[in-house]
Protein backbone atom coordinates (compact mmCIF):
# COMPACT_ATOMS: atom_id res chain seq x y z
CA UNK A 1 0.00 0.00 0.00
CA UNK A 2 1.24 3.36 -0.62
CA UNK A 3 0.04 6.82 0.77
CA UNK A 4 -0.87 8.82 -2.27
CA UNK A 5 -2.41 12.60 -3.11
CA UNK A 6 -1.92 14.82 -6.03
CA UNK A 7 -0.48 17.77 -6.33
CA UNK A 8 1.10 21.05 -8.02
CA UNK A 9 4.46 21.25 -7.43
CA UNK A 10 5.72 24.58 -5.88
CA UNK A 11 9.89 23.55 -6.66
CA UNK A 12 10.39 26.74 -8.33
CA UNK A 13 9.41 29.08 -5.80
CA UNK A 14 9.84 26.50 -2.48
CA UNK A 15 13.38 28.45 -1.78
CA UNK A 16 11.97 31.94 -1.65
CA UNK A 17 9.23 30.79 -0.29
CA UNK A 18 11.03 29.41 3.05
CA UNK A 19 13.23 32.57 2.83
CA UNK A 20 10.34 34.56 3.32
CA UNK A 21 8.97 32.16 6.01
CA UNK A 22 12.09 32.09 8.19
CA UNK A 23 12.07 35.55 8.09
CA UNK A 24 9.52 36.32 9.93
CA UNK A 25 7.54 34.91 13.45
CA UNK A 26 6.03 31.60 12.30
CA UNK A 27 4.11 28.96 14.25
CA UNK A 28 4.95 25.44 14.38
CA UNK A 29 6.99 22.96 13.14
CA UNK A 30 8.69 24.18 9.81
CA UNK A 31 8.18 22.01 6.34
CA UNK A 32 11.03 21.68 4.60
CA UNK A 33 11.76 22.86 1.15
CA UNK A 34 11.43 20.09 -0.56
CA UNK A 35 8.06 18.82 0.99
CA UNK A 36 5.72 22.08 -0.22
CA UNK A 37 3.50 21.21 -2.56
CA UNK A 38 -0.17 22.97 -3.51
CA UNK A 39 -2.80 19.76 -2.87
CA UNK A 40 -5.51 18.79 -5.42
CA UNK A 41 -7.02 15.83 -4.00
CA UNK A 42 -6.07 13.31 -0.79
CA UNK A 43 -6.29 9.94 -2.17
CA UNK A 44 -4.99 7.77 1.30
CA UNK A 45 -4.10 4.38 0.83
CA UNK A 46 -4.10 2.55 -2.27
CA UNK A 47 -2.90 -0.36 -3.75
CA UNK A 48 -1.28 -1.48 -6.60
CA UNK A 49 -3.82 -2.17 -9.29
CA UNK A 50 -5.88 1.48 -7.34
CA UNK A 51 -2.43 3.22 -8.40
CA UNK A 52 -2.32 1.97 -11.72
CA UNK A 53 -5.90 2.86 -12.38
CA UNK A 54 -5.14 6.54 -11.00
CA UNK A 55 -1.98 7.24 -13.29
CA UNK A 56 -4.47 5.66 -16.42
CA UNK A 57 -7.17 7.66 -15.48
CA UNK A 58 -5.27 10.93 -14.64
CA UNK A 59 -3.65 10.65 -17.38
CA UNK A 60 -6.49 11.36 -19.26
CA UNK A 61 -8.25 14.87 -17.67
CA UNK A 62 -7.44 18.20 -18.98
CA UNK A 63 -6.56 21.25 -17.24
CA UNK A 64 -5.49 24.36 -18.56
CA UNK A 65 -1.98 25.77 -17.15
CA UNK A 66 -2.82 27.70 -13.98
CA UNK A 67 -1.52 31.22 -12.37
CA UNK A 68 -2.11 30.98 -9.11
CA UNK A 69 -1.38 34.22 -6.36
CA UNK A 70 -0.40 32.98 -3.68
CA UNK A 71 -1.24 35.90 -1.40
CA UNK A 72 -2.92 35.30 2.05
CA UNK A 73 -1.83 33.44 5.17
CA UNK A 74 -4.36 30.66 6.81
CA UNK A 75 -4.43 28.50 9.24
CA UNK A 76 -6.13 25.23 10.04
CA UNK A 77 -6.90 24.96 13.38
CA UNK A 78 -8.17 21.25 13.03
CA UNK A 79 -5.25 20.34 11.05
CA UNK A 80 -2.84 22.54 13.16
CA UNK A 81 -1.15 23.69 9.69
CA UNK A 82 -0.05 27.27 9.13
CA UNK A 83 -0.21 28.19 5.21
CA UNK A 84 0.05 30.38 2.18
CA UNK A 85 -2.56 30.10 -0.25
CA UNK A 86 -4.36 32.42 -2.95
CA UNK A 87 -6.84 35.48 -1.70
CA UNK A 88 -9.31 33.89 -4.86
CA UNK A 89 -8.22 31.21 -7.21
CA UNK A 90 -8.95 30.65 -11.10
CA UNK A 91 -12.40 28.28 -11.17
CA UNK A 92 -10.54 25.51 -13.28
CA UNK A 93 -8.24 25.17 -10.08
CA UNK A 94 -11.37 23.92 -7.93
CA UNK A 95 -13.11 21.84 -11.49
CA UNK A 96 -9.63 20.53 -11.96
CA UNK A 97 -9.20 19.26 -7.72
CA UNK A 98 -12.83 17.76 -7.75
CA UNK A 99 -12.18 15.79 -10.79
CA UNK A 100 -8.98 14.44 -9.50
CA UNK A 101 -10.93 14.01 -6.38
CA UNK A 102 -14.35 12.14 -7.86
CA UNK A 103 -11.68 9.94 -9.77
CA UNK A 104 -10.33 8.92 -6.25
CA UNK A 105 -13.76 8.49 -4.85
CA UNK A 106 -14.35 6.25 -7.82
CA UNK A 107 -11.79 4.15 -7.11
CA UNK A 108 -12.71 3.90 -3.27
CA UNK A 109 -10.53 6.27 -2.65
CA UNK A 110 -9.95 9.93 -0.74
CA UNK A 111 -11.71 10.93 2.15
CA UNK A 112 -14.76 12.31 0.87
CA UNK A 113 -14.13 15.74 1.55
CA UNK A 114 -15.90 18.80 0.07
CA UNK A 115 -14.62 21.33 0.38
CA UNK A 116 -11.41 22.58 -1.58
CA UNK A 117 -9.21 25.54 -0.20
CA UNK A 118 -5.65 25.64 -2.03
CA UNK A 119 -3.21 25.83 0.31
CA UNK A 120 0.36 25.40 0.50
CA UNK A 121 1.43 23.90 4.03
CA UNK A 122 4.31 25.50 5.39
CA UNK A 123 4.44 24.30 9.08
CA UNK A 124 2.51 21.45 10.88
CA UNK A 125 1.70 21.42 14.91
CA UNK A 126 1.35 25.31 14.75
CA UNK A 127 -0.88 26.18 17.67
CA UNK A 128 -2.06 29.90 16.10
CA UNK A 129 -2.38 31.28 13.39
CA UNK A 130 0.67 33.02 11.33
CA UNK A 131 0.68 36.66 11.21
CA UNK A 132 -1.17 38.04 8.08
CA UNK A 133 0.96 40.91 7.72
CA UNK A 134 2.24 41.14 5.38
CA UNK A 135 1.35 39.30 3.07
CA UNK A 136 3.21 36.97 0.85
CA UNK A 137 3.63 37.95 -3.09
CA UNK A 138 4.11 34.77 -4.22
CA UNK A 139 3.08 33.52 -8.25
CA UNK A 140 2.91 29.75 -8.76
CA UNK A 141 2.92 29.18 -12.50
CA UNK A 142 1.57 25.48 -12.86
CA UNK A 143 2.82 24.12 -15.68
CA UNK A 144 1.64 20.29 -14.69
CA UNK A 145 0.96 18.26 -11.97
CA UNK A 146 1.80 15.39 -9.99
CA UNK A 147 0.91 12.06 -8.15
CA UNK A 148 2.74 11.70 -4.53
CA UNK A 149 3.52 9.25 -2.74
CA UNK A 150 4.14 10.01 0.91
CA UNK A 151 7.06 8.03 2.62
CA UNK A 152 7.89 8.07 6.05
CA UNK A 153 11.00 7.24 7.65
CA UNK A 154 13.11 8.04 10.86
CA UNK A 155 13.95 11.15 9.65
CA UNK A 156 10.76 12.55 8.23
CA UNK A 157 7.89 12.56 6.19
CA UNK A 158 9.45 13.37 1.91
CA UNK A 159 7.32 13.13 -0.74
CA UNK A 160 8.41 11.15 -4.30
CA UNK A 161 6.28 12.08 -7.40
CA UNK A 162 5.28 8.92 -8.91
CA UNK A 163 4.04 10.20 -12.31
CA UNK A 164 3.66 13.57 -13.34
CA UNK A 165 1.36 15.50 -16.43
CA UNK A 166 1.64 18.44 -18.00
CA UNK A 167 -1.27 20.89 -17.45
CA UNK A 168 -3.11 21.50 -20.97
CA UNK A 169 -6.58 22.90 -22.32
CA UNK A 170 -8.53 20.32 -23.88
CA UNK A 171 -8.59 20.99 -27.75
CA UNK A 172 -12.16 20.79 -28.98
CA UNK A 173 -12.39 19.50 -32.60
P1 LIG B 1 -1.87 19.58 3.98
O1 LIG B 1 -0.93 20.22 3.02
O2 LIG B 1 -3.06 20.41 4.24
O3 LIG B 1 -1.21 19.12 5.23
C1 LIG B 1 0.26 14.68 1.99
O4 LIG B 1 0.06 14.27 3.29
C2 LIG B 1 -0.70 15.74 1.60
O5 LIG B 1 -2.04 15.29 1.73
C3 LIG B 1 -0.58 16.98 2.42
O6 LIG B 1 -0.54 18.06 1.52
C4 LIG B 1 -1.81 17.07 3.27
O7 LIG B 1 -2.43 18.29 3.25
C5 LIG B 1 -2.76 16.13 2.59
N1 LIG B 1 -3.45 15.31 3.57
C6 LIG B 1 -2.90 14.49 4.47
N2 LIG B 1 -3.84 13.86 5.19
C7 LIG B 1 -5.02 14.33 4.74
C8 LIG B 1 -6.38 14.06 5.07
N3 LIG B 1 -6.71 13.16 6.01
N4 LIG B 1 -7.32 14.73 4.40
C9 LIG B 1 -7.00 15.63 3.45
N5 LIG B 1 -5.74 15.91 3.08
C10 LIG B 1 -4.77 15.26 3.72
Known amino acids: MARLFFALPADNLADAIIRWRDARPWPGQAVPAANLHLTLAFLGEADEKQTRELMQQAAKLHCPPLTIELD ?24 FARELQR ?3 RLGLGNGEQHYHPHVTLSRKATEAPQDSPAPRFTLLAREFCLYQSVSSEQGVRYEPLARWPLRKRIHP
Not at 76 to 93: T, V
Open 72 to 95: ACGWFARAKAAWIGPEQWPNELSV
Open 103 to 105: LGS
